[in-house]
C-alpha cells in the first residue's frame, strides 16, 4: 500500500521529471492578497505570475499546497465529519503552466500519471467539460480514449473559473473516480451527484481568456495551466478506501483520538473521531503560520474550529484539556513533509491546551443551558435566535458549534433571530457610547465595527480574488 506521504513524492517527482520547478508550499495566511481569508487553492501563490504582474525563473512549476476552506466563498466547514470527502485542511495538489503547455499538455499529464504512474483503471475514470470546450472533449477521447458516455458537459459555473471580476479565466475539466454502485450518489451534474459514489480528484483550470471589462473576454496570448489535486481523495482510492478518513493519515489521528479519551474509534464516538482529526489539523497549521485564537478575523475562525473540536471532545467524555494531546501524531504522520509543524510544537500545543482550558468552564454551563433548552422544542425545532446569542455572548459558543450540536439531535437554529439579537446589542452599545460624550471618532469606530460585524467577524464576504480551484 503507498502512504500518503509516498503519494505526495510520486507526484511531485513526476512533474519533477518533467521539468517543473518544485515550489515550497505557500504559509496559509495569503502574502499577496489581503481580501482573502486562507490560502484556498494551489494558484494563490501565483496569482500574480498568471496576470503577468510578476516572472519568475520557471514557465512550469508543481506545489503540494496546504489549503483552508473554512470561511469565505469556499466554505467546507459544515461538511466535515460528515461526507467522505470534504475537509477544512487539506493538501493540494497542483502542476502549472505559465504560458507553457496548454490544454493538451495539461490532459496528457494527468491521464498519464494517474493511470501509468498510479495504475489506476481507465473505467473507473471520467471527466467534465465545461460545455462549449469541445476542444477539450476532443482530447479527452483522443488522449484517454473516452466514449462520449464518459465525457460529461457541464454549463454552469462550475466548469469556467475566473480569478475575479476581471483577469484571466477559462474553462476547467474535472476528473472524477467512480467508488461504484454499492455508494450513493450520481455522476456530476445529476440530482444526486453530492453523494459520495463520484468523487472529484482533479480540477484541470484552462486560462484562455483575459476578461476586462467585465463581460468582455479576449483570448490571452499565451494561456496558461492551473491545476488541483485532492491528496487525501486521491490517497483514499489507492488505498482502497471509499472515505477519506480511513486513509493511513487520519486513522492515526483518529487511533490517537481515541488512545487519549479511551473510547473504541469506531463507536458511538466515530463523528466526534473524525471533526476532532479533522480539525487539528486546521488548527496546527494555522497556529503553524502564525494564526492565533481571537475575537475576530482569521484568529475567530480558528477559534471556530478549535472550539468545535473541543465540544466534540467533551462530547467523547473529556474531563481535562484534552486535544493537545493528539498533536505528536500528526507531528508523526506530517513533521517531516511539512517542519513548520516541528518548529512550532512548543506554540500549538500551548495554545490547544490553554485555549480548552479557558473554555471548558463555559462549555459545561453552556451545554447545559443548551440541553435545557432543547428539551423544550419539538421534533425538527429551531433554537430561538436570542438564545444561540446568549450561548454566543456569554458562553463563548461560536454560532456554527450550536449549530452542530442541534444537527445530532436533528433541530437547526433561528439565524435571523441570532442576527438581529447580535444588533440589537450593537444599538445598545452604541446609544451607551454616545451618552459618553460626542466625539467624532467614536462614531466613526462603530460605523466601521457594524461594517465588519461586532465581535463576531463573520468572515471575508467580498474575496476579490477568490479561486475556484
Ligand atoms: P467539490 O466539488 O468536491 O467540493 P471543488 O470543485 O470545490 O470540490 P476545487 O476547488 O476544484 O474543489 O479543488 C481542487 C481539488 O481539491 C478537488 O478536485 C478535490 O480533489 C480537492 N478538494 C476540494 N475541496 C476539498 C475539501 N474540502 N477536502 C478535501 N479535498 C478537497
Ligand atoms: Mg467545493
Ligand atoms: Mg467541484
Ligand atoms: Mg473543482
Redo the contacts with the bound molecule.
Sequence with gaps: MRSTNEIRSTFLDYFQKNNHQHVPSSSLVPQNDPTLLFT???MVQFKNVFTGQEHRPYSRATTAQK?V?AGGK?N?LD??GYTA????????MGNFSFGDYFKEGAIEFAWNLITKEFGLSKDKLLATVYAEDEEAANLWKKIAGFSDDRIIRINTS?NFWRMGDTGPCGP?S??FYDHGEDVFGGPPGSPDEDGDRF?????L?FMQYFEDPPGTRNPLPRPSID????????AAIMQGKRD?FDIDTFQALIRASADVTNTDPFGAHKVSHRVVSDHLRSAAFLIADGVLPSKDGRGYVLRRIMRRAMRHLHMIGTQEPTFYKILPALITEMGTAYPELIQAEALISETLKGEEERFKTMLDRGLSLLADETDKLPSKGKLPGDVAFKLYDTYGFPLDLTADALREKGFTVDQEGFDSAMNEQRSRARAAWVGSGDNATETVWFEFKDKLGATEFLGYKNESAD???
Excluded: P, Q, S
Design positions: 484556498n487553492a494551489g489549503v476552506r469556499h467546507d461538511n466535515v470527502r470534504h475537509h477544512t485542511f487539506f493538501e493540494m462550475d476547467c474535472e476528473i468523487v472529484e480528484i482533479w480540477n483550470v491545476t488541483g489535486m485532492g491528496l487525501e481523495r486521491f477519506n479561486a475556484e480551484i
